[in-house]
């Protein structure tokens, strides 16, 4: 099984950017499609991004799309997260996925592999 440890999470002031990082195991990073997650209190688990395996293609979800940006490094085995102007609703714990899907899933129950989550908050 892929291990996946997320990092680069804290506080940070609203309009503000932060940078997550999601760094695998194994020899076979590329053959994942990888996404981010996130979760505040309260709230269901809900879908931030996700990229393909070459990293040619990412997807956003519409609460993120311009302010997000989902990319990697299959050489680092590691995927990122950067978050430009950020906002108090992007309070959450943001999790790493990763396994053998086969198209822009933003569902969860779709992935494999998860990470233990970084928490990200947002002050106003």
């Known amino acids: 099984q892929v291990q996946l440890v997320e990092s680069g999470g804290g506080l940070v002031q609203a309009g503000g950017s932060l940078r997550l990082s999601c760094v695998a195991s194994?020899?076979?990073?590329?053959?994942?499609?990888m996404a981010w997650f996130r979760q505040a209190l309260g709230k269901d688990r809900e879908f931030v991004a996700t990229i393909t395996r070459s990293g040619k293609t990412t997807y956003h979800s519409a609460s993120v799309l311009g302010r997000f940006t989902i990319d990697r490094d299959n050489a680092k085995n590691t995927v990122y997260l950067q978050m430009n102007n950020v906002k108090p609703e992007d309070t959450a714990i943001y999790y790493c996925?990763?396994?053998?899907?086969?198209?822009?899933?933003?569902?969860?129950?779709?992935?494999?592999?998860w990470g233990r989550g970084t928490q990200v908050t947002v002050s106003s």
């Open positions: 996925a990763g396994g053998e899907v086969l198209y822009a899933s933003t569902d969860g129950r779709e992935y494999d592999f």
């Open positions: 194994g020899r076979t990073f590329s053959n994942y499609r």
